[in-house]
């Protein structure tokens, strides 16, 4: 995931943190301070676009704080990324809402574990 002011102000060659144990130092959303135990991923997105060009652009998703859900093993060369702004905590559970995805190019280095950041370049957006 990542913070809609952070890809707004993103350049060709800006790289961007999509998941990692400081994502809410390197996510800046609209909505406010993400809570520093969210690391990038979601575990439950309510609704994501299933054709070309977008049905859906926008919804809410659940997760829980710190290392879950459980990170993917691998991540492609490039990827669509859901770009949110608004993360919130409540209890063990975080929530928030997005409104757009776009591509990342991945950079070597992303590992399933928080202190082995995913990291990439924007090279295209799907959602407006």
Do not use: Q
Request: proline share 9%; charged share 10%.
């Amino acid at each position: 995931m990542l913070g809609d002011a952070t890809v707004s102000s993103a350049t060709a060659n800006s790289t961007v943190t999509w998941w990692g144990d400081t994502w809410w130092t390197a996510n800046r959303l609209s909505g406010g301070i993400a809570p520093d135990s969210f690391k990038g991923f979601a575990a439950d997105v309510t609704s994501l676009p299933r054709t070309t060009p977008a049905d859906v652009c926008g919804a809410t998703f659940l997760t829980r704080a710190g290392n879950s859900p459980p990170p993917t093993a691998e991540v492609p060369s490039y990827m669509g990324v859901v770009v949110a702004s608004t993360v919130a905590k409540a209890g063990s559970g975080v929530n928030g809402v997005w409104g757009r995805i776009v591509v990342v190019k991945t950079n070597p280095g992303y590992a399933p574990g928080p202190g082995h950041p995913g990291r990439g370049t924007i090279v295209a957006s799907f959602c407006p």
